[in-house]
Each structure stands twice: as structure tokens, then as C-alpha cells.
T-cell receptor, first 118, second 111 residues
Framework: DADVTQTPRNRITKTGKRIMLECSQTKGHDRMYWYRQDPGLGLRLIYYSFDVKDINKGEISDGYSVSRQAQAKFSLSLESAIPNQTALYFC?????????????????FGPGTRLTVL | LAKTTQPISMDSYEGQEVNITCSHNNIATNDYITWYQQFPSQGPRFIIQGYKTKVTNEVASLFIPADRKSSTLSLPRVSLSDTAVYYCLVPPPYNFNKFYFGSGTKLNVKP
């Protein structure tokens, strides 16, 4: 969905490096999420944010941190990357259930960032 | 925890109707059932959502029995472009630490 953009789209880095993945959205949604997906597996929630001042850990937050710089921007950082963090990372946005015309908690995903840690 | 269970994979042929069933035995009273579609190297895309009985849109139908412990996504007359992974979600609205996509169902449509 072009309304949710992620940068970079691909990144190769080395163990121990600090990496930041960025997500921007023009949908005007308050809620933003970061997921990772490993080959052949489903998505796992890393962090989520319901508004600018709200940050919550997801299922697999260890080794990651986030920053919600504005309603439209949500960044994911790997402070010291390790090889098992090699994965496809997705950002998503949503409105709260019942707001607007979207079905409850419908999430809109970005195109993904493919991260390889050597 | 309202987790879901789906078949790992399914095969079909072009033009057939495909039904993918999801079990969610512990669904809470207020939970919706949502289905997403994911193509390789793309983010998931919302397909359909329902609470009970039947919901239909331009893409699919969703059948939910009275006990709501399962739901069936129905794709009419599939084409090769419907080859994708389909996820059934039952997200607890106020406990996103349990927002669980699972592995989904890999649908392979053959010519």
C-alpha cells in the first residue's frame, strides 16, 4: 500500500552494527506496528504504538527498540544486530475499531524491508 | 489466548471454489474474525472481516457458524493470481500482545 512506506527496502549489515528501519504513513492513522517475518512463517509482532506518546512491547521485543517521532513516523532500531535478526520486517497502521469506515482494527501494511545480518 | 488453527497448505485448480477453514475455539464474545492475504515479499492485505453468520464482498465470502468457534473463507472461482498465503486472525482488541498471525494457509492454484 503506497500510503505506508518503509526505508530502506533492502539492507545488508554486519553483526554488531546499529540499524534503523523507518516507516512513514499518510493514512492519518494513530496506531502503528512493527512485525518481522521469517521464511515460511507468519508475522510476529515486535512493538506497537497507539499514539505518539504510547509504546508497547509485542511478542518478540528483545533486541529491538522503537521511536514514534510523530503520528506519521515509527522507527525500529536494532541496537546491535545479530544474524538471527535476518528477516523481512513490516510496518503497519490501523485506526481503532469502530472509527471511520474501516472494519475493526484493519491493518495496512508497508512493502517490507528485507534485512540481512552477516 | 484466542489463537487460530488453519491447514498449512491447500491445492486447487483455476475456476474452482476454495474454502479455507479456521478454528478459533477460544474466541471471545466481542472478537471479530479477520482474514488477510499475503503474496510473496509483500505485506498482508485485508480481505474480509465478520462477526457472525455470513459476510460477502467483491473478493470473498466469510461463513461463521452460530457457535463462532470456526470460520470459513470462501474464494469463488480462483485464478492463478489467488496463489498466496491466507491468514485468519482473531485479535483481542485490548490485548495486542496476543495479536497472532500464525503461519497461515498456503493456497496453490494450478492451471
Amino acid at each position: 500500500d503506497a500510503d505506508v512506506t518503509q526505508t530502506p527496502r533492502n539492507r545488508i549489515t554486519k553483526t554488531g552494527k546499529r540499524i534503523m528501519l523507518e516507516c512513514s504513513q499518510t493514512k492519518g492513522h494513530d496506531r502503528m506496528y512493527w512485525y518481522r517475518q521469517d521464511p515460511g512463517l507468519g508475522l510476529r509482532l515486535i512493538y506497537y504504538s497507539f499514539d505518539v506518546k504510547d509504546i508497547n512491547k509485542g511478542e518478540i521485543s528483545d533486541g529491538y527498540s522503537v521511536s514514534r517521532q510523530a503520528q506519521a513516523k515509527f522507527s525500529l532500531s536494532l541496537e546491535s544486530a545479530i544474524p538471527n535478526q535476518t528477516a523481512l520486517y513490516f510496518c503497519a497502521t490501523s485506526v481503532a475499531g469502530g472509527e471511520g469506515t474501516d472494519p475493526a482494527d484493519t491493518q495496512y501494511f508497508g512493502p517490507g524491508t528485507r534485512l540481512t545480518v552477516l | 489466548l484466542a489463537k487460530t488453527t488453519q491447514p498449512i497448505s491447500m491445492d486447487s485448480y483455476e475456476g474452482q471454489e476454495v474454502n479455507i477453514t479456521c478454528s478459533h475455539n477460544n474466541i471471545a464474545t466481542n472478537d471479530y474474525i479477520t482474514w488477510y492475504q499475503q503474496f510473496p515479499s509483500q505485506g498482508p492485505r485485508f480481505i474480509i472481516q465478520g462477526y457472525k453468520t455470513k459476510v460477502t464482498n467483491e473478493v470473498a465470502s466469510l461463513f461463521i457458524p452460530a457457535d463462532r468457534k470456526s470460520s470459513t473463507l470462501s474464494l469463488p472461482r480462483v485464478s492463478l493470481s489467488d496463489t498466496a498465503v491466507y491468514y485468519c486472525l482473531v485479535p483481542p482488541p485490548y490485548n495486542f500482545n496476543k495479536f497472532y498471525f500464525g503461519s497461515g494457509t498456503k493456497l496453490n492454484v494450478k492451471p
